[in-house]
């Protein structure tokens, strides 16, 4: 095969979303070339890809940025992988270790570097981590964005440790890969969410308690009553907007809320007087290092955390699987990119 299929855009919106022949590239020096197996999908990317999300995108762009694969060729002086490993993408190539680094020095696959969403992709070997042993290649690409996003929230900045309450709004994918994190770590998880469906499903991953958001739209109130007036020692805020008070509100003096997600609104206030007397922090997560997921991995093979996927889709149905994405998921949504 000297030629591949690749989805770019030509310009903003996924309705432009096309496939385009290209020729095979070979790996330069320092550089693998991997065939795709599967591509998760976040909701980073249909935001990227309906609007640009605020970066300065060059057109045509490939969209996603979570890639599962196998190395078939290897460029002069690689020696970090070899021909048939299995690899994961790095989300932020250049951030190997240590304090994050500013966004301008520290480019994130998808945008504003170019996405996966292509049956071959070559580039430096570094920006790269050995797949988990347990997994398949569709789950273990959810690892990169969500299940990371999930970890530097509870565990590598959070502390995450037995008997803790945590708290985890909504059921997509970083939702649920706190939700089984923290439960294989032994503590108690309170998941809210506006579906008594999705809510029965957490609690069948091990969720302790589901507050119904639509029902209970204070949802705060219960989470004190469930812990006898404590709070929550982690919130996982995915919302934003007014919801972010209702966090502070619920969470236990000197507590935590990872902010994560934006879905309700990109902007919040807060009461200065209630912040101070909570002693709570409030810290924004955005994915995390190269050794940060491969310590992940390490983990999700020895306890055996088994990704949530709703659906799975063809690389022919990309456009299918970000519309998929754009209605809601619990869990993650994947395309499957065998050739």
């Known amino acids: 095969m000297d030629t591949f299929q690749q989805w770019e855009l030509p310009g903003a919106g996924l309705a432009r979303l096309a496939q385009r022949t290209l020729p095979l590239p070979a790996p330069q020096a320092g550089e ?7 591509v998760a999908l976040n909701y980073r990317d249909a935001e990227i890809a309906e609007h640009g999300m605020g970066y300065a995108l ?7 940025s979570d890639l599962a694969g196998r190395v078939v060729a290897v460029g002069p002086g690689v020696t970090r992988f070899a021909v048939g490993q299995r690899v994961l993408s790095a989300f932020i190539p250049g951030w190997i270790d240590g304090a994050p680094l500013p966004w301008s020095q520290a480019p994130s ?4 570097l ?17 797949a988990p042993s347990a997994l398949s290649a569709v789950e273990a690409s959810t690892l990169p964005v969500a299940g990371l996003t999930a970890w530097m929230a509870l565990v590598e900045q959070g ?20 939700l089984q994190l923290a439960v294989a770590h032994g503590a108690n998880v309170i998941v809210v969410s506006g579906s008594d469906d999705k809510l029965a499903r957490a609690l069948a991953l091990g969720a302790r308690h589901g507050i119904n958001r ?21 919130i996982l805020e995915m919302a934003g907007g007014d919801n972010v008070e209702r966090s502070l509100q619920a969470v236990a003096q000197g507590g935590r809320i990872s902010l994560i997600g934006l879905l309700e609104a990109d902007r919040f ?3 200065v007087v209630p912040l101070i007397g909570s002693r709570a922090s409030i810290t924004g997560i955005a994915v995390g290092s190269r050794r940060a997921l491969e310590d992940l991995v390490r983990t999700v093979d020895l306890l055996d955390i088994r990704p949530v996927i709703e659906a799975v889709y063809p690389f022919e149905h990309a456009p299918q699987a970000f519309a998929h994405l754009q209605r809601g998921a619990f869990g993650k949504v994947v395309i499957e990119a065998g050739t």
């Open 159 to 178: 502390r995450l440790h037995a008997g803790q309450t945590v708290v985890v709004q909504g059921t997509g994918g970083v939702s649920l890969f706190a």
């Open 114 to 130: 170019p996405g996966v969403l292509a049956q071959y992709v070559a580039g430096p070997a570094d920006g790269y981590v050995s």
């Open 214 to 234: 639509r029902q209970m739209p204070d949802w705060q109130r219960q989470v004190l009553a469930l812990t006898a007036g404590r709070g929550a020692d982690h």
């Open 109 to 112: 696959r998808g945008a504003p």
């Open 269 to 271: 206030t807060l009461p």
């Open 32 to 38: 693998i070339l991997i065939r795709t197996e599967a």
């Open 58 to 64: 060059s057109y045509p762009h490939t969209p996603a």
